[in-house]
């Protein structure tokens, strides 16, 4: 066995070096946390060969004195931190002091920088272990870091390193995560002499769309949420805009890019009610947190972190964001800034052209969606038989009553499937049962928790021949089965009888749909039900109990379905993470068609 003796500092460096810096894009962001530590307004990036070859980064923040610079190359010297009390309440993005010493160790490294205070800036090289002394050099202002040759002298890691084009992209992830962070600061990256990225400073959702694209920006809705210590912020982009892949995830926790499973975990159940299992959200979200609270110190890279209260975040998260994307003020023009008015004051009905309101619904809409009014004033004569064929014009509408109803009101219906609607803007096209489905479904949530799910008796009691475990699991929890709105006897060891459903549901398929509904509470048993489960059974109940394709509406059912798809939450995807209605403006239909040229 060798006897133990202390490494060569060249290799404690190259050790810590292949944590801090994996590939060119970790060296890239520890440069550039170090000039926003700096006080930078303004950081140029440049890179050659998806930054093997070069990284050079300038900004025009405080410096480093002349009498600094050896030091700044020194593993564990830094400027942010001094004690251990210090280490546990960091504002600052970099603090080990370690990652420029780790970049030195595996490239040809060349820092210039002026101080404030000093007449001209100074330079100094480093290739390895050999570090010059500091000379005077060229520099208005701020500091410039050249990186050449990375992992030079380490030919075996730069085996690992992928194409010039893949370093890049990893690069220019690091470099929008930064960018989005500090919208206040100019960036500049340019790859291979060509410029990529140009953001000027400014408002967060500038910066937002700059880097995400104009359509995650119109797809996107705020948050701001404050909560003791804690404030969430950013946008989160509405289900319309899901992705296959996490490219378009970006939470900041006081400004620091991080990637965390208690974060993901939050987000992922926020979005659980409106989107597929195999689709990704997007969002940008900065987290505004006491730093006593959190433990950054966890990884060198310090993408991972710690926190004091997880679960009191977690809850945090989740409602800020389940709040937004449940809100009924979703249902406005995407591409509008301003929010319409969610009242619903009742709408003349003077002239019988005029489309109907859910003020008015048939006796089949009462049964079948749930309405609560009054249908015996309603006069036959007054019902449109046959949808109209011309669009039906609104001129007498105020502007405030057009914006109260932003779904606008029924033309027709197409094909049994889809509902026509006009509103100011343009068309508006329903999946019928999709809505339905999102309707019934939010409805018999708030009833399952409030304990009150309607239920219906049946006139003449639905039999159905049932397995042995069928009965049992009636036997078994006929309980939860009451909670849910059903009552069921047993008749045989091979009968059931479904005597009561939810009033919700009185139209559904009773035989298919009790034998789903006994099946899923076999699966998960009854506490399941009550807990993680409850919201898969509830959106089985509802897809059954939606009205069907090919199910002839009157323009006052689908009126109504309009009008209760605007007090909805989550009212723009089905339970399944479908979209249930889409608008195209009166100016894309008129670029159709051609008008104006």
């Not at 440049?46 to 025009?60: A, E, F, M, P, S």
């Not at 931190?81 to 370690?98: A, H, K, N, P, Q």
């Not at 339905?436 to 799910?453: N, S």
């Amino acid at each position: 066995m060798s006897a133990i003796k202390p490494l060569p500092e060249l290799l404690i460096n190259q050790i810590a070096a292949g944590e801090v810096v994996e590939r060119p894009a970790s060296a890239l962001k520890e440069i550039l946390e170090n000039s926003i530590d700096a006080g930078a307004k303004k950081i140029i990036v440049h890179l050659q060969q998806g930054g093997i070859k070069q990284i050079r980064v300038t900004d025009d923040g405080a410096g480093i004195a002349k009498d600094e610079l050896l030091l700044a190359l020194t593993r564990h010297s830094t400027s942010k931190i001094s004690s251990l009390d210090d280490l546990y309440r960091i504002t600052s993005l970099g603090f080990r002091g370690e990652a420029l010493a780790s970049i030195a160790a595996v490239s040809q490294l060349t820092l210039t920088s002026r101080y404030t205070d000093q007449e001209h800036a100074w330079q100094i090289q480093a290739e390895g272990n050999t570090v010059s002394q500091p000379m005077p050099a060229a520099l208005a202002q701020g500091t410039q870091l050249d990186v050449n040759e990375l992992y030079f002298n380490t030919p075996a890691r730069r085996k690992f390193l992928k194409s010039d084009a893949t370093e890049f992209a990893h690069c220019e992830e690091v470099f929008k995560r930064i960018a989005l962070s500090q919208c206040e600061i100019e960036f500049v990256l340019q790859h291979n002499g060509k410029v990529r990225h140009q953001l000027r400073a400014g408002h967060s959702v500038q910066r937002i769309a700059s880097i995400l694209g104009e359509e995650f920006n119109q797809t996107a809705m705020p948050v701001d949420e404050q909560s003791a210590d804690m404030r969430l912020h950013g946008m989160v982009a509405l289900p319309a805009y899901v992705r296959s892949s996490r490219d378009a995830q970006y939470f900041f926790v006081n400004n620091r890019f991080v990637s965390d499973k208690l974060i993901s975990h939050a987000l992922r159940e926020a979005y659980r009610d409106v989107l597929h299992t195999d689709k990704h959200p997007a969002f940008v979200l900065f987290l505004e947190i006491n730093p006593e609270s959190v433990d950054v110190n966890v990884h060198p890279t310090k993408t991972e972190v710690r926190f004091r209260e997880p679960r009191a975040l977690h809850q945090f998260i989740f409602h800020a964001v389940n709040k937004v994307l449940a809100a009924p003020e979703r249902l406005v023009n995407l591409g509008s800034s301003e929010p319409i008015s969610r009242s619903y004051p009742a709408y003349s009905n003077a002239r019988s052209a005029q489309p109907r309101t859910a003020a008015q619904p048939s006796s089949f809409y009462r049964t079948l969606f749930g309405a609560e009014t009054d249908i015996d004033a309603l006069s036959p004569r007054n019902i449109p038989i046959t949808p109209p064929i011309a669009p039906i014009s609104m001129p007498e509408m105020e502007q405030t009553q057009a914006e109260t109803y932003p779904l606008g009101f029924a033309l027709a219906q197409l094909h049994g499937i889809y509902i026509l609607a006009q509103n100011e803007r343009g068309l508006v096209v329903v999946d019928m049962h999709a809505a339905h489905e999102r309707i019934l479904y939010e409805k018999l949530k708030r009833a399952f928790d409030d304990q009150t799910v309607a239920s219906q008796s049946l006139l003449i009691p639905v039999t159905l021949q049932a397995n042995g475990v069928e009965v049992v699991t009636v036997e078994e929890h006929h309980q939860i089965l009451e909670q849910l709105g059903f009552r069921i006897d047993v008749l045989s060891p091979t009968t059931l009888a479904v005597r009561s459903v939810p009033v919700a549901l009185q139209h559904a398929d009773i035989a298919r749909l009790t034998r789903e509904i006994l099946h899923e509470i076999h699966e998960y048993g009854a506490s399941q039900i009550l807990t993680a489960k409850r919201n898969e059974i509830l959106a089985t109940m509802a897809c059954h109990g939606a009205v069907r394709a090919n199910r002839k509406l009157t323009i006052d059912e689908m009126n109504a379905l309009l009008r209760d798809m605007e007090k909805t939450e989550r009212a723009d995807q089905c339970n399944h993470g479908r979209p249930t209605w889409f608008e195209t403006s009166l100016a894309d239909l008129d670029k159709l068609f051609m008008r104006g040229k």
